[in-house]
């Protein structure tokens, strides 16, 4: 790549990923650009071969590969990895990708400069990517992992407000990060609290392709983790971002705050009185069948016989209509579903203020939020059923009445 000053600068933290590092090395290498570009490895003192892999490849390529091989972990000292990398990186762009990730696409940075170079006003771009558990591949943004993006332009509110995308992905602008804001480092996941604050400047790019990897394995730091495990963190990444922006935001994350303590609660009531299976039946399923017919009527038999031991009698259809707060159903819904659904949690929070299974304010604010975050699936499939849920929930926001208004007319065109 010649004595040029990097164009991009790929950050890469590692730590323990002897498995699967050569992959994402060799997807680096394997860039095709008319650009230079530097890669930068982190490995936190590994107690496997990671190191002596890194080592290697810089050896073979020391034009591009930057090696930071610790002898004492950092992370254990508090010392975030990416804030020791950040003011090492040369180059304009910062290109993500972790250790037991990897990129598929050799045209992956050039895409995504270019567009970057095309757009002033954004600030970062981003793709598709897969997620690689057991040998089997799945889409990360599928609309049950994580939501398709509704726009190809992302703003703030939807990196504070739930939008996840793929680290391994992202592309940004270097100088919309630095300095390398102190907040980062008391957040207990850094890539949410860096897009919300990279957007502070302006939008990030949609690329509706997959150009990359995750792998779902057990010492991943957030793939595999018990629910529990999962939500705390995210328990304690929205007061940042809260603190981030300013409470811009307050009160869309006091509704996601809202669905984590009712998730936190369903878990410690299972604990506590012996009624398990409400968490796994609504939330821990299999995501990669969500979508299929037999397997949505095996979680709502589950359900309703769930909820007849917790005291409270549903019939199959109510069962069903509940499952449609957890992106699982048996048929597109329609208003008539959608007036079952309403009548249904009322029921719920009955049944819940007689057998006192969970705290009745956090149920309560807990189904408040889902079924605010239901209306876009809603909308989309049936005019009518969003009309009806903006109806029974008496909403008022103009966003959501434009929303509905603008899917009809799609629909019609």
């Excluded at 095309?118 to 690689?132: R, S």
């Excluded at 006192?356 to 956090?362: F, S």
Aim: hydrophobic letters at 40%.
């Amino acid at each position: 790549m010649g004595a040029r000053e990097p164009l991009v600068s790929i950050v890469c933290i590692t730590f323990n990923h002897a498995a699967f590092i050569r992959r994402a090395l060799d997807g680096f290498v394997a860039q095709r650009s008319d650009f230079p570009f530097e890669v930068i490895v982190h490995d936190d003192a590994s107690s496997d071969a990671t190191a002596a892999i890194v080592r290697e490849y810089a050896e073979r390529h020391p034009e591009m590969i930057v090696p930071v091989l610790q002898t004492e972990n950092q992370y254990s000292q508090g010392r975030k990895p990416w804030a020791i990398c950040f003011p090492m990186a040369r180059g304009q762009y910062i290109a993500l990708c972790e250790g037991d990730d990897h990129w598929t696409d050799p045209l992956k940075l050039q895409k995504q400069v270019d567009a970057l170079e095309a757009d002033p006003q954004a600030v970062g771009c981003f793709t598709d990517a897969w997620n690689e558990r057991d040998g089997v591949r799945t889409s990360y943004m599928d609309g049950i992992y994580a939501a398709r993006p509704r726009h190809r332009l992302l703003r703030q509110r939807d990196m504070v407000l739930g939008q996840n995308i793929p680290a391994c992905t992202v592309v940004f602008r270097s100088d919309d990060f630095r300095p390398v804001p102190e907040i980062l480092s008391r957040s207990p996941v850094g890539d949410t609290v860096l897009y919300a604050h990279i957007t502070r400047k302006g939008h990030l790019i949609y690329l509706q392709e997959h150009t990359a990897v995750r792998t779902m394995h057990a010492g991943g730091v957030h793939s595999l983790k018990a629910a529990a495990q999962k939500l705390a963190i995210s328990r304690g990444v929205y007061p940042v971002l809260d603190e981030l922006t300013n409470g811009r935001y307050r009160a869309g994350i006091a509704r996601i705050l809202a669905d984590v303590d009712m998730r936190l609660e369903i878990l410690r009531a299972e604990q506590e009185k012996g009624a398990d299976g409400l968490h796994a039946l609504l939330y821990d399923v299999d995501r990669n069948r969500r979508k299929e017919a037999g397997y949505v009527k095996e979680r709502r038999d589950a359900l309703a016989a769930a909820l007849a031991r917790l005291g409270m009698a549903v019939t199959p259809d109510e069962a069903e209509a509940l499952l449609l707060l957890y992106s699982m159903r048996l048929r597109p819904p329609d208003a008539a579903r959608v007036r079952v659904l309403h009548r249904t949690i009322a029921r719920l929070e009955e049944a819940d203020r007689r057998c006192a299974l969970v705290k009745p304010e956090v149920l309560h604010e807990g189904l408040r939020y889902r079924w605010d975050a239901c209306f876009h699936g809603i909308a989309d499939q049936d005019t009518r059923a969003g009309l009806t849920h903006l109806l029974l929930s008496r909403d008022r926001r103009p966003a959501r009445w434009r929303y509905l208004l603008t899917t009809a007319w799609r629909r019609r065109s």
